[in-house]
């Protein structure tokens, strides 16, 4: 039998795109498994979700740390605690530290909404609308010490309308991103993704998109 990646996932918030991941797991989609969801808000519903499916949660919260890369360094101790092979980041609101970039190095993705290296950073839907930006959308990158400036893995792109509000745009970005973050995760699981210097290449990434809606073109089924 095929050895299945194993997941961290760090959460913050909801947690829609772990279940998006869930999903594609559970429907034989994403040849992954998911080890643990580690979140630093003991609150976030991401935990519910992760219980529901009977997957291992931990809580670390950095107010119980001195510094941020004592925090890390527990997060990091925990993922290889559970032997995670690649992390992923699924609305997790802090800044990752070299500490734990350095004993990941680019095992970490994250994805960001909106088309990198445009509006980094928090509210990316919110600057493209206060821009008069005519697309967005959203990025998957590996995550390096900067602020959403890591490699760029996939990108898919959504029209700005006159009538979007930060919300619509967002729930628009959203539905995206459940589809790109999987795909994503699966070139990685299958060893399909080599970077040079900060340049990311799918090997063999399939056909064309003529639509120019994803970049590279999406391989799996949507759901």
């Keep these: 039998m095929e050895k299945k990646l194993s997941l961290g996932v760090l959460v913050s918030g909801s947690g829609s795109n772990l279940q998006s991941i869930i999903d594609h797991i559970e429907q034989d989609r994403l040849n992954a498994a998911i080890a643990v969801v580690i979140s630093n808000n003991p609150h976030a519903y991401a935990l519910t979700r992760a219980e529901k499916h009977h997957i291992p949660t931990a809580v670390i919260t950095h107010e119980t740390f001195s510094s941020r890369e004592e925090f890390d360094r527990a997060i990091a101790d925990t993922l290889d605690a559970y032997a995670v092979d ?3 980041m699924a609305g997790f609101m802090r800044i990752l530290s070299p500490h734990i970039l350095n004993r990941f190095p680019q095992r970490i993705m994250n994805i960001h909404p909106a088309l990198l290296p445009s509006f980094p950073g928090l509210h990316g839907q919110r600057q493209a609308l206060e821009y008069g930006a005519r697309f ?9 010490a900067g602020i ?9 792109v959504v ?10 745009l967002s729930a628009r970005i959203l539905r995206e991103e459940h589809r790109i973050y999987p795909q994503a995760i699966q070139w990685y699981a299958e060893g399909r993704i080599q970077v040079h210097n900060r340049q990311v290449k799918i090997i063999a990434g399939g056909i064309p998109d003529t639509d120019g809606h994803h970049n590279p073109p999406l391989t799996m089924t949507s759901l």
Excluded: K, N, W, Y
């Design 136 to 144: 967005s959308g959203c990025t998957v990158h590996f995550v390096d």
């Design 86 to 88: 690649l992390a992923v």
């Design 148 to 156: 959403d400036s890591g490699p760029i893995i996939i990108q898919a």
């Design 159 to 168: 029209p700005v309308l006159e009538t979007d509000t930060e919300d619509t």
